[in-house]
């Protein structure tokens, strides 16, 4: 048991405090706590101390961390000229960082070192340390959308959508006035029927427990022979969109921007409908999908989707790849990166399945399957998301990311792929679908960061060319780093010939750097007319007789009395089962709500309960395991009755000790 708590203090947990009700607006307190592991790279000859690694997750150091913390120990120091990393500043009054080549990230003669340097050394574990933070989140406002049918109707109505980008929250109701007559719809979407001109107000509750503003509508009826077209003016609400890239390419990038940048007034209009095969398989795997009474369950012996098992997922194929557009539209209206951009390249890279895949020298995470590379210049050219990662991971974080020396470059770049890892064991379908909708920011701003170093590159060779073909090499420093862009361009220079698409690409020498930009590129194109389904409300049906106000704001939930049910058991054989020689007790408890109140437990033959009084439905309860550092954030139901499992596994010990 001692071995085991030692392994589980390592875990990373958090939760989240709600302060709807302190008028500051959508705002929430996140604590996170997060472990520093120290390790010692130690000598076979002598047993003496080496470096020492300090990274911010379980198990080794990787080959990258190593390098960056060992690099004066591994390499020889050489005098090397080196320029002021910041030069003047931009037009824009930021300062350009410049991208460096570190041994940390050259792969060549950095896997010859590591391969003879492990014959020679050891790891030892030497200690950890707990980091806590605590986060003031702002967070984003609900979307609303008013719609009017695309096409002549026989029927007249607008369609009303609602969107809570919020990630652990959703849009619970839509709610409104119409020519005197109140209307409300449970859900995040219904049409609303009438018969002529009229004036409407509109709202969304959600369940975060708030309300948004009402916005107002004019609609419009026009009659063609025995069709009817709808229109709707007067809007009060008009989704504005800054073009970051745009700003920060002033000099470099010719023309004006292509329609696909422009920001879609609505989430709604990233909507497609594709048939994915790889998410069909993880969907049929994950068992969203039942393709049981399929030959082969719906795949084949290589894991691909056979036809059965593709017409079996296609409903929810489509509702898969649409289920993140709000969050993918807030990204991109919140860091001006273009919305169908973001959308197309998560569709390349993981088909909008966030887990983590792996090659022989470097992991890749999430829905834009960043890496250590990807890490790098996400904190270099965003100076934003390097002091987010730099406030939650280091207690002396200086102005810039390239300032820092190389271990504590690498300790950033760790925990910047902790938050966009969204693998989970112990999650439904085994990603943590909270956390990765999350990451969606950080995508957001890798890109811009690698729109940045794409532009760089242009200042540096004082060259033009045209906005959307920028967006082209910034897709190519995405993909295949800044050296392989650079070359290209420079080659395309030596040779007099213009920095059009067409001829960088042809001086492209990295693997699949051109077919990367060509795919995304097609995918641009296939951005449709495809709308789901709705709910129809009649507007007399739900308020028959009374007027509701206009929103307030906040909700005040129900107010009860509940229980939390909590069990505890270590799972010695892997069967992820309560057996009755697994369970533990004497372990303490500690329940926290957010106004402070606790309530202390103990576990006695595997579980426990704890009562509480006089709390609201909606409000958040944390239930934590103080020993084995371990904790759940959980929503009171409006059943009262909540149900958490600490389970234990047994820690993975390498075959043989070093």
Same mark, same amino acid.
């Given at each position: 048991?001692?071995?085991?708590?030692?392994?589980?203090?390592?875990?990373?947990?958090?939760?989240?405090?709600?302060?709807?009700?302190?008028?500051?607006? *959508?705002?929430?307190?996140?604590?996170?706590?997060?472990?520093?592991?120290?390790?010692?790279?130690?000598?076979?000859?002598?047993?003496?101390?080496?470096?020492?690694?300090?990274?911010?997750?379980?198990?080794?150091?990787?080959?990258?961390?190593?390098?960056?913390?060992?690099?004066?120990?591994?390499?020889?120091?050489?005098?090397?000229?080196?320029?002021?990393?910041?030069?003047?500043?931009? !037009?824009?009054?930021?300062?350009?960082?410049?991208?460096?080549?570190? &041994?940390?990230?050259?792969?060549? &003669?950095?896997?010859?070192?590591?391969?003879?340097?492990?014959?020679?050394?050891?790891?030892?574990?030497?200690?950890?340390?707990?980091?806590?933070?605590?986060?003031?989140?702002?967070?984003?406002?609900?979307?609303?959308?008013?719609?009017?049918?695309?096409?002549?109707?026989?029927?007249?109505?607008?369609?009303?959508?609602?969107?809570?980008?919020?990630?652990?929250?959703? %849009?619970?109701?839509?709610?409104?006035?119409?020519?005197?007559?109140?209307?409300?719809?449970?859900?995040?979407?219904?049409?609303?029927?009438?018969?002529?001109?009229?004036?409407?107000?509109?709202?969304?509750?959600?369940?975060?427990?708030?309300?948004?503003?009402?916005?107002?509508?004019?609609?419009?009826?026009?009659?063609?022979?025995?069709?009817?077209?709808?229109?709707?003016?007067?809007?009060?609400?008009?989704?504005?969109?800054?073009?970051?890239?745009?700003?920060?390419?002033?000099?470099?990038?010719?023309?004006?921007?292509?329609?696909?940048?422009?920001?879609?007034?609505?989430?709604?209009?990233?909507?497609?409908?594709?048939?994915?095969?790889?998410?069909?398989?993880?969907? /049929?795997?994950?068992?969203?999908?039942?393709?049981?009474?399929?030959?082969?369950?719906?795949?084949?012996?290589?894991?691909?989707?056979?036809?059965?098992?593709?017409?079996?997922?296609?409903?929810?194929?489509?509702?898969?790849?649409?289920?993140?557009?709000?969050?993918?539209?807030?990204?991109?209206?919140?860091?001006?990166?273009?919305?169908?951009?973001?959308?197309? @390249?998560?569709?390349?890279?993981?088909?909008?399945?966030?887990?983590?895949?792996?090659?022989?020298?470097?992991?890749?995470?999430?829905?834009?399957?960043?890496?250590?590379?990807?890490?790098?210049?996400?904190?270099?050219?965003?100076?934003?998301?390097?002091?987010?990662?730099?406030?939650?991971?280091?207690?002396?974080?200086?102005?810039?990311?390239?300032?820092? =020396?190389?271990?504590?470059?690498?300790?950033?770049?760790? *925990?910047?792929?902790?938050?966009?890892?969204?693998?989970?064991?112990?999650?439904?379908?085994?990603?943590?679908?909270?956390?990765?909708?999350?990451?969606?920011? @950080?995508?957001?701003?890798?890109?811009?960061?690698?729109?940045?170093?794409?532009?760089?590159?242009?200042?540096?060779?004082?060259?033009?060319?045209?906005?959307?073909?920028?967006?082209?090499?910034?897709?190519?420093?995405?993909?295949?780093?800044?050296?392989?862009?650079?070359?290209?361009?420079?080659?395309?220079?030596?040779?007099?010939?213009?920095?059009?698409?067409?001829?960088?690409?042809?001086?492209?020498?990295?693997?699949?750097?051109?077919?990367?930009?060509?795919?995304?590129?097609?995918?641009?194109?296939?951005?449709?007319?495809?709308?789901?389904?709705?709910?129809?409300?009649?507007?007399?049906?739900?308020?028959?007789?009374?007027?509701?106000?206009? !929103?307030?704001?906040?909700?005040?939930?129900?107010?009860?009395?509940?229980? /939390?049910?909590?069990?505890?058991?270590?799972?010695?054989?892997?069967?992820?089962?309560?057996?009755?020689?697994?369970? %533990?007790?004497?372990? !303490? %408890?500690?329940?926290?709500?957010?106004?402070?109140?606790?309530? &202390?437990?103990? %576990?006695?033959?595997?579980?426990?309960?704890?009562?509480?009084?006089?709390?609201?439905?909606?409000?958040?309860?944390? @239930?934590?395991? &103080?020993?084995?550092?371990?904790?759940?954030?959980?929503?009171?139901?409006?059943?009262?009755?909540?149900?958490?499992?600490?389970? @234990?596994?047994?820690?993975?010990? =390498?075959?043989?000790?070093?």
């Amino acid at each position: 048991m001692l071995i085991v708590a030692i392994f589980l203090s390592f875990a990373n947990h958090s939760h989240t405090v709600i302060a709807q009700d302190s008028g500051e607006g *959508r705002v929430t307190y996140k604590t996170t706590t997060f472990t520093e592991y120290i390790w010692h790279l130690s000598s076979r000859a002598n047993g003496k101390q080496i470096c020492e690694v300090v990274v911010s997750h379980e198990g080794f150091p990787t080959d990258l961390e190593m390098m960056s913390s060992c690099e004066t120990s591994l390499i020889p120091a050489t005098p090397t000229p080196t320029a002021s990393p910041y030069p003047s500043p931009t !037009p824009t009054g930021t300062y350009t960082p410049q991208p460096t080549k570190t &041994p940390a990230l050259t792969p060549a &003669p950095t896997e010859v070192i590591i391969q003879n340097f492990y014959d020679e050394s050891y790891w030892v574990f030497i200690d950890s340390k707990e980091i806590t933070q605590t986060n003031k989140i702002q967070l984003p406002e609900m979307i609303l959308e008013i719609e009017a049918p695309p096409a002549q109707v026989l029927e007249t109505f607008v369609t009303l959508r609602a969107y809570d980008p919020a990630p652990e929250y959703d %849009i619970t109701s839509i709610q409104g006035v119409l020519e005197g007559k109140p209307f409300k719809c449970d859900g995040d979407a219904c049409n609303v029927y009438f018969d002529h001109d009229a004036q409407i107000t509109y709202w969304a509750t959600s369940s975060f427990g708030d309300e948004s503003q009402p916005y107002t509508a004019t609609l419009r009826i026009s009659r063609n022979q025995a069709d009817y077209n709808i229109s709707v003016t007067n809007r009060s609400i008009v989704y504005h969109y800054t073009d970051a890239a745009a700003l920060v390419w002033k000099g470099v990038a010719q023309g004006t921007e292509p329609q696909w940048t422009y920001l879609p007034q609505s989430p709604s209009q990233l909507n497609t409908s594709k048939t994915l095969h790889y998410l069909a398989a993880k969907l /049929i795997v994950s068992g969203i999908v039942n393709a049981q009474d399929c030959p082969g369950n719906g795949l084949f012996d290589n894991w691909a989707p056979n036809g059965c098992g593709i017409e079996k997922a296609l409903p929810a194929l489509t509702s898969w790849q649409n289920r993140f557009d709000n969050v993918i539209w807030n990204a991109s209206k919140q860091h001006g990166v273009p919305a169908k951009l973001i959308k197309a @390249i998560i569709e390349q890279e993981s088909q909008f399945w966030p887990e983590k895949t792996g090659s022989d020298f470097v992991d890749e995470y999430g829905f834009g399957q960043l890496n250590e590379f990807g890490a790098d210049v996400a904190l270099r050219w965003d100076k934003s998301l390097h002091d987010q990662v730099c406030s939650s991971t280091l207690f002396d974080c200086p102005e810039y990311y390239a300032n820092l =020396p190389s271990y504590s470059q690498a300790m950033l770049r760790g *925990r910047l792929l902790q938050l966009v890892n969204a693998n989970c064991p112990t999650c439904e379908y085994g990603i943590d679908l909270i956390k990765a909708e999350e990451s969606i920011d @950080i995508l957001a701003q890798t890109i811009y960061a690698n729109a940045r170093q794409a532009g760089y590159i242009l200042e540096k060779y004082q060259a033009q060319t045209g906005y959307e073909d920028l967006w082209r090499f910034t897709l190519v420093s995405y993909h295949a780093g800044y050296q392989c862009l650079e070359d290209a361009v420079t080659r395309t220079i030596s040779q007099g010939q213009p920095l059009y698409w067409k001829n960088v690409s042809s001086h492209l020498t990295c693997e699949g750097a051109e077919a990367y930009v060509d795919k995304i590129w097609e995918k641009l194109d296939t951005f449709g007319e495809f709308y789901p389904p709705v709910v129809t409300v009649d507007v007399t049906a739900q308020f028959p007789t009374e007027m509701p106000a206009l !929103p307030t704001p906040t909700y005040q939930p129900d107010i009860l009395d509940g229980t /939390i049910h909590i069990f505890m058991f270590l799972d010695r054989n892997g069967n992820y089962q309560i057996d009755e020689d697994e369970r %533990i007790s004497e372990s !303490p %408890i500690l329940v926290e709500f957010p106004q402070g109140e606790t309530y &202390p437990g103990k %576990i006695m033959n595997g579980e426990t309960s704890i009562n509480f009084e006089k709390k609201k439905v909606g409000s958040r309860v944390t @239930i934590a395991a &103080p020993e084995l550092y371990q904790s759940f954030t959980e929503t009171i139901p409006d059943t009262g009755s909540i149900l958490v499992i600490f389970c @234990i596994e047994q820690p993975r010990l =390498p075959a043989k000790l070093p």
